[in-house]
């Protein structure tokens, strides 16, 4: 079949300028809607009606973390990490405007005397000590828990073969 037939048969498509026609009204749809929800003129430039949405988003955010209507980004972001600090800082004993070195230096303190009270771990142990101490307390729970276990778990490794030598 030559190209000419080909075209012939083929069911009727729209032109290109049909095809222009459609996104031209979907361009104008989308624009309309846009601009409606960002507080646009739908004349507005796209750049414009970017603007619009990014300053009212921005505005409705602000109000929301409690930063000035006109903050920017920066003061937003700002605005949120004192308040999750503030937050944070009032959980762990430390003062409200404690920075995140003290924050972090209260939490390291409150989880070792935890952990380690539960260890039986001293004031001045430093984590490696307390983790030893874990260990030990975990270790003594599990003998309690499964008498006879660590005597059969010993004759079970001195029957093994060494890993060097032939299984027979």
């Known amino acids: ?18 095809w222009a026609d459609i996104g031209r009204r979907i361009e104008s749809q989308v ?13 507005e430039s796209w750049e414009e009606i970017a603007r619009k949405a ?45 920075e995140w070195s003290e924050i972090g230096r209260r939490i390291d303190l409150q989880i070792r005397s935890a952990v380690g009270k539960w260890a039986g771990a001293e004031p001045e142990d430093d984590w490696s000590a307390i983790g030893n101490k874990v260990a030990a307390r975990i270790q003594n729970i599990l003998d309690e828990a499964l008498p006879g276990q660590e005597e059969e778990s010993e004759d079970k490794e001195a029957e093994a073969p060494s890993p060097d030598e032939p299984a027979t």
Do not use: Y
Not at 1 to 18: C, I, L, N, T, V
Not at 31 to 43: I, S, Y
Not at 54 to 80: C, F, H, K, P, T
């Open 1 to 18: 079949m030559s190209e000419g037939e080909k075209r012939d048969a083929a069911p009727e498509s729209a032109s290109s300028r049909e």
């Open 54 to 98: 990014e300053s009212g988003l921005r505005s409705r955010i602000a109000s929301g973390v409690g930063a000035s209507e006109g903050a920017s980004w920066e003061d937003i972001g700002r605005s949120v990490e004192k308040q999750v600090r503030t937050e944070i800082a009032s959980e762990v004993g430390a003062e409200e405007g404690a």
């Open 31 to 43: 624009r309309r809607e846009f601009a409606r929800v960002a507080g646009a003129d739908e004349q």
